[in-house]
Structures are given as structure tokens and as C-alpha cells.
């Protein structure tokens, strides 16, 4: 599994009021985070737990953020309601739709899912995953 994703932001700020938005109907909080080489940050987890991690940062190197062509971080959410509330807080929090909140057969069977863009163009999609059973 992995350990934590990371994203680059312009303004930390509009980025972090967006992922409030966004991820707190999934049931992430931030968390405070210690800057990496000056480089400012912000932090997301599940309650009570360390890993995995969501962070946001302003580049180390100075140079202004971009998008991966291809690239996508995907949120799981406990419920569909929990995917239309996140991608409407998005939303309004500076997102653009990339795919309305819905159910997503060809996916799996249950699955729902919405996409959007963060404000620096980062595309994020958001899934209950109905389908999922344990073994």
C-alpha cells in the first residue's frame, strides 16, 4: 500500500480550504505538518490513524506547480451521499466538474463515483465502491 500522495498547489491557502471541502465528508481532518526545507504544506489522514497521508505542497524548488497528464488521485467514501456532498463542497470551494456524481456500472457492480479538478488543475476523483466484499 502506499505511504502518502502529494500534489503541487500555487496558494496554499485556496488549496487548503478546497481539500477541507472536499475531503471532510469522506472523513479526513488535517493535521499539522512540519514544512520540508522551507516549503510550505498541508496535511490530511483518516482520524486516529498515521498513514496513509494526502498532502498539498507549494514546490520545493521554486517553480510554479503543474499537473500530471494522466495523473489522478482517487478519495474512497463510505457512502454515495458521502461522494455527492464532497464533490458539491468542492464545488464551492473553487473545483471544476470533470463528471456529475453518479452511479458508474462499467466500474464494478455499486460503484459511484464524481471527478472534478482542484483549483490548480489537479484531477481528483471521489468513490463509494458498493462492490467492494471482503474475501
Given at each position: 500500500m502506499?505511504?502518502?500522495?502529494?500534489?503541487?498547489?500555487?496558494d496554499?491557502a485556496?488549496?487548503a480550504?478546497?481539500y477541507d471541502a472536499?475531503l471532510?465528508?469522506?472523513?479526513?481532518?488535517?493535521?499539522?505538518?512540519t514544512?520540508?526545507?522551507?516549503?510550505?504544506a498541508?496535511c490530511?489522514v483518516?482520524?486516529e490513524?498515521t498513514?496513509?497521508?494526502?498532502?498539498?505542497?507549494?514546490p520545493?524548488?521554486?517553480?510554479?506547480?503543474?499537473?500530471?497528464?494522466?495523473?489522478?488521485?482517487?478519495?474512497g467514501?463510505?457512502?454515495?451521499?458521502a461522494?455527492?456532498a464532497?464533490?458539491?463542497?468542492?464545488?464551492?470551494?473553487?473545483?471544476?466538474?470533470e463528471?456529475a456524481?453518479?452511479?458508474?456500472?462499467?466500474?464494478g457492480q455499486g460503484?459511484?463515483g464524481?471527478?472534478?479538478?482542484?483549483?490548480?488543475g489537479?484531477?481528483?476523483?471521489?468513490?463509494?465502491?458498493g462492490?467492494?466484499?471482503?474475501?
Amino acid at each position: 500500500m502506499f505511504s502518502h500522495i502529494t500534489v503541487g498547489c500555487t496558494d496554499l491557502a485556496r488549496a487548503a480550504a478546497f481539500y477541507d471541502a472536499l475531503l471532510t465528508p469522506l472523513g479526513l481532518k488535517r493535521r499539522a505538518v512540519t514544512p520540508d526545507g522551507g516549503s510550505e504544506a498541508a496535511c490530511w489522514v483518516m482520524p486516529e490513524q498515521t498513514l496513509p497521508r494526502f498532502y498539498v505542497y507549494i514546490p520545493l524548488d521554486g517553480e510554479p506547480a503543474s499537473v500530471g497528464n494522466g495523473s489522478m488521485v482517487a478519495f474512497g467514501a463510505p457512502a454515495p451521499h458521502a461522494v455527492d456532498a464532497a464533490h458539491e463542497a468542492a464545488l464551492r470551494h473553487g473545483g471544476r466538474d470533470e463528471g456529475a456524481p453518479g452511479p458508474r456500472p462499467r466500474y464494478g457492480q455499486g460503484y459511484y463515483g464524481a471527478y472534478l479538478r482542484d483549483p490548480d488543475g489537479n484531477k481528483i476523483h471521489v468513490v463509494y465502491r458498493g462492490d467492494l466484499r471482503p474475501d
